[in-house]
């Protein structure tokens, strides 16, 4: 009886298998051959197909992209599983927020099933994830191993076949116009997904951007998966994959159980590439467990396992050959590429390498952790109960809870800062009525964010200051610098008031909705205040500003006598380079997000001139002078090292070069008409450079680079940094006289002007300047003392028009909402008629 049983079931399989399309039969290519990648509309209609012939699969839309187009998660499990997926749901948000008690929990751990998370395709030119999708899925929809029959009992796989739908489609369309030609390898010439291009997996505790709204919604308010694996395609070359475990240092505010389970996923991967005989998995290089605001990194604050991994590509549908020649002798770290290591056991001596070697390799890394989570069910679903039963209990060291008090500098912003916490799972409740803490009165409606909550890492990692450890080579030997940024506290960067407090207070506090609508605003402190200006000047109003910034309009008493006069929206253009540019797509964003019209500007559209008839202001956001003068230029490597795997570069000659030396000139006399431009930090160095301005840089501009011990001089690879400010300057109106700025970079601004002259058109004004003690707030800095007391924003007048120098960005990736009134103030004066 059994064996028959046996076979009507091998029997099943078969002819549930036969139903299933493979990837090939719907594509009309297997996934990895050559020069053939697959659009975002081809994945998804094929994920249809599955959900059509099989109950092996559920495919859910979870959203729209920035363009429009769904974004799809597709669940896969036993049938049985998936018929109670709503249930199994309730199960694991339960566990994840505490919700039960020991006892509950230890049967709800056995009940449930492990939720694993596995995305593909974030960084779009990022190939292979993303065209290894249909292959996971197929193969977990059909394999009848007894593996696979295990993963789908114990399993419920949440696949998001493409995380970046948008970018997708750019990059196979540019890819498909090019193949066959001299620029098949071309560099796509513009950002793979709107407002942020790479900078999508730097916006997951800020949630900017559509998308990642999306994906946040699904891991930490409706399924909470116990590993999120987010795939890249980034290893340091020769390695064919990056594994856990990562680089040191370990952020603390990560649970360390999340870091124990991250390391054994890592171990998992590493015993099965030896097992399929997959060379070149490296580990502990690099990538560290520091920084929170990536796909990987926040849900690892969220109690949750986030898995890195960086596969090696080649270009877009390429294939390359390699052999140990092409190998550098070491990698960054100093590991020799050609020897055994303890964190490269067997490394990868060469051979073929494209997508379809890729997507072997990923295939293996995924059905490792299936594969874990399956046999570890039970595990991974207490061990979730485990961490969030922790947090909620009181901690001796305090925090007890972060206050957000009402009265506020800036509400849109306090709003703002409060809705993304929310959003991302902090729980804020009010205070029912008034009380005291450490020696202050508090209103009732008082907004009160409690340490004791399921996510408490998530909240303390954003609410505190950052201390990047001081980790060297030796114990007298230099400080190693951090791999990517180091600090980001958001009350600080959105310049929002929080007050800590270390014992409990006597307060009753209640779940009652809190409003966090972005609302306009007519006092220039609120960011609410550039919401009612566009508002009001799109529909034809004259507005004025008073000589210290209040809003005056038609109905303002005769006493008060407007300074700056507005009668129109402004006239804005961003220059935008065919080199891509992440940070001309956040200034884009802030542009977009206070409604202020603007145009893009090509390297063309500058050198045609005629700028001044068209716009009062140009911003050049961040880029070396060298790459706005000259661009892409054919034949050459993009990271300019001969020891890289990067392909010699040639690119459709409408793409190629800057805005050249015509285009400098079309700069020049837009500022000597009268225009305003505006340079943030590197790309400052163009027209102190190269305008006749009196004005000196401090901070020589630098190459960058990862993993590699500290410069002697000033650097500073991301980190809040404190600012005194002139508010009687206009541009500064609204800002209190001490705030905070980002810096990623950097620069500092020394005049040149002896006392007597410095007056008329060649005036130099210090708006801002970075702190003279005391600088760091957040994060890690070196060479402090080069820029301490120094000018960090200045105005240099030349001829009818002005310079506006930010040593900072301003608008860092949608962050800093505490700076954004210095950019706005600029664009509005620039058009503004001055009385």
Known sequence: MTFRVLLLSAALAVRLAAAVPTPREHLGFTPGDEHKLASYTELTTYFQKLAASSDRILLREFGKT???????????????????????????????????????????????????????GLHATEVAPSQQAPDLAYKLITDESEESRRIRQNVILIQIPCINPDGLDMVVDWYRSNIGTKYELAPLPRLYQKFAGHDNNRDFFMLNLRETRNVTALLFQEWFPEIVYNQHQAPPFPSRIFIPPYGEPLNPNIPAPVMEGINLIGATMRERFAQHDQPGALSYWGFDAWWNGGLRSVPAFHNMHGILTETAGFMYGNSKEYSPADFPARFGNGMPTKEPGVFYEKPWMGGKWGVRQAIDYMLTADYAILDLASTRRAHFLHKSWEMAHANLQPHAKGPWAYVIPQDQWDTLSAKAMLWRLQYAGVQARRAAAPFDADGKTYRAGTVVLPAEQPFRGYLLDLMEPQRYPDMRSSPTGPQKRPYDVAGWTLPMQMGVQVVRLDKPAKVVLEDNPIDVSAAP????????????????????????????????????????????????????????????????????????????????????????????????????????????????????????????????????????????LAGLVQLESFV????????????????????????????????????????????????????????????????????????????????????????????????????????????????????????????????????????????????????????????????????
Request: neutral net charge; aromatic residues 10%.
């Open 521 to 660: 605003s007519t006092n220039h402190r609120d960011n609410g205040f550039f919401l009612t200006m566009a508002a009001r000047l799109a529909k034809g109003e004259k507005l004025g500003w008073s000589p210290q910034g209040a809003l005056l309009d038609a109905n303002s008493t005769d006493a008060a006598k407007p300074k700056w006069e507005f009668a129109a929206p402004p006239r804005v253009a961003i220059y935008e380079p065919w080199v891509t540019n992440s940070d001309a797509g956040w200034t884009d964003w802030l542009l977009t997000t206070f409604h202020v019209p603007h145009a893009m500007l090509h390297n063309e559209d500058i050198r045609k001139g005629s700028l001044r008839d068209r716009f009062d202001t140009i911003i050049l956001a961040s880029q070396s002078a060298t790459s706005i003068l000259r661009g892409i230029r054919d034949g050459e490597r993009s990271q300019g090292r001969a020891d890289s795997d990067e392909a010699a570069i040639v690119q459709r000659p409408e793409y190629v070069g800057g805005i050249e």
């Open 672 to 835: 000597s008409d009268g225009g305003t431009l505006i340079a943030f930090d590197a790309a400052a160095e163009l027209p102190v450079q190269q305008f006749p301005l009196p004005v000196r840089l401090l901070i020589r501009p630098q190459a960058g680079g990862r993993d590699t011990e500290a410069p002697t001089g000033f650097y500073c690879p991301g980190s809040v940094v404190r600012i005194t400010v002139d508010e009687t300057n206009p541009i500064a109106f609204g800002m209190p006289p001490n705030a905070y700025a980002y810096v990623s970079g950097g620069q500092a601004f020394e005049s040149t002007l002896l006392a007597e002259y410095n007056k008329g058109d060649r005036e130099v004004r210090a708006i801002a300047s970075y702190a003279a003690s005391n600088l760091l707030a957040s994060g890690w800095i070196t060479g402090e003392r080069t820029v301490a007391g120094k000018p960090a924003l200045i105005e240099a007048r030349h001829e009818k028009g002005k310079v506006l120098l930010f040593g900072f960005r301003p608008q860092h990736r949608g962050q800093t909402y505490g700076t954004f009134k210095l950019l706005l103030n600029a664009i509005y004066l620039a058009s503004a008629k001055s009385l």
């Open 66 to 120: 920035t363009e429009g187009r769904p974004m799809y998660a597709a669940f896969i499990s036993d049938p049985a599983n998936l018929k109670r997926l709503d249930e199994y749901r309730d199960i694991n948000r339960k566990l994840a927020l505490g919700l039960a008690t020991p006892e509950q929990a230890a049967t709800l751990a056995a009940q449930g099933k492990a939720f694993v998370w596995i995305d593909s």
